[in-house]
Structures are given as structure tokens and as C-alpha cells.
């Protein structure tokens, strides 16, 4: 099967998705389920997450700007960003955008928190589920060599600390144009309203019995595995 073939039914599956997501089922979590976790072999759908965090960077010659959107698993918004930026590259950008939505969830959730991260950067994602890897076991071996963007400076180890400091986190990697965050990132100048949403620290409700009794893997379904 051809990459272009492939690409298109992985983007059909997410518009599939939010199609559901707009009949009350909580969209960031629904993506994340049926999104591929780079170097994680478990389906994203076995271990749903407290919090969900989509995030975006753009750039452009004369602007640039970071977009991310945080949910608890039940669909609760905790809060939405939309904010300028003058980072050197899109590469960057997509750094930053992810440390802005880390330290803006660490400051209302408490650490115990299992975290899932939507990126449409696949270096990025790539990047955040090897260190994550390694922090949790320093003896194991990654198949993964994380390289950084010089220019993005100080913001991966920022990132690096952020996701060492919940119980759990993974990221999964999703096509932009499905990306919550991606108009937020691309028009700050459009959405900046969004900025002045009460705060809101949300605690998910328990999972249901049902959320605690993982499905068969993809494997076992007959589909292909992360």
C-alpha cells in the first residue's frame, strides 16, 4: 500500500472522528485513541488519559503564533491558548507550542496526572515518547535518537522536565489538518479572546469499569499495529 493511500485513510479515520465528537464524545480523546504513538507499541486506546493536550506552532515570514487546547478525558475544556510568537522556524515553533501547553497544564493539574499529547510534528512526538522511555527506565535502550532544532534552545528541556513530572504521559502523532489546535496557532491575531477564558483546574470524573478493562489490542483486532 502506497504512502499516499495510507495517508489519506489515516486522514479520513480523523474526520470520522470528530464526526463522533460532535455527538457528545469527548473530541481530543477520541483522537488520541485512534492515533498512532510513536515507539510505544500499546494502542493509545488501552491507556485513556486524565488530560489532553493538542498544541501547534506556526511560522511564516512576517508572523508566527502558538495555539494549544487542554481537555480532561470526560471532554471538559480547561483552557484554550492562542498567543504571537516570533520563533525562527516552524520547527521551533512546534517546541514552543508544546511547552506553553505543558506548563499551562502542570500549573492545574496535579502531578499524579496521566497525560496525552496530540502533535502533528512527527520528530517532536517521536522525541517526547523516547525521553519519557528512558526517564522511566534508564537501562533501556531506545530505538529513537532524539535530535533537537539548535534554535529551539532552553524549550526541550523545559519540555523534558514537564513530562517527567506527571505519573504518565505519551504523545500521539495526528495529521495537522485535524489538529484542534491548528487554527489557534495560525490566526492568534483572530482568537485572542480565547486568552481571557476564566482559568479552570477540572479533575476528570473516575474511569468507568468499562474504561478500566482494556479492549483487545489493534493486533488482535487483525488491524496494524503503532
Known sequence: MSNGITDSIFISLHRETFFMAAYGRPSLRD??????????????????????IATDGSYTD?????????????????ARLSLPDNAPD????????????????????????????????????ANVNAARIVADDPASVSHHDVSVPVATGLHWRGIRARINGFEEIRAARIPSDVNPAHALANAPDQYAHVNDEPARCILPESPSLDEQVPPPSRANRGGASD
Open 62 to 78: 512576517t508572523s508566527g503564533g502558538l495555539g494549544a487546547v487542554i481537555e480532561t478525558r470526560d471532554g471538559e475544556r480547561v
Open 31 to 52: 483522537l488520541f485513541d485512534e492515533s498512532p504513538t510513536p515507539h510505544i507499541a500499546h494502542p493509545p486506546r488501552t491507556h485513556h488519559r486524565d488530560f489532553y
Open 90 to 125: 516552524n520547527n521551533v515553533a512546534e517546541y514552543r507550542a508544546l511547552h506553553l501547553g505543558l506548563d499551562v497544564l502542570a500549573s492545574r493539574a496535579p502531578a499524579s496526572a496521566s497525560v496525552g499529547l496530540l502533535i502533528d510534528h512527527d520528530d517532536l512526538a
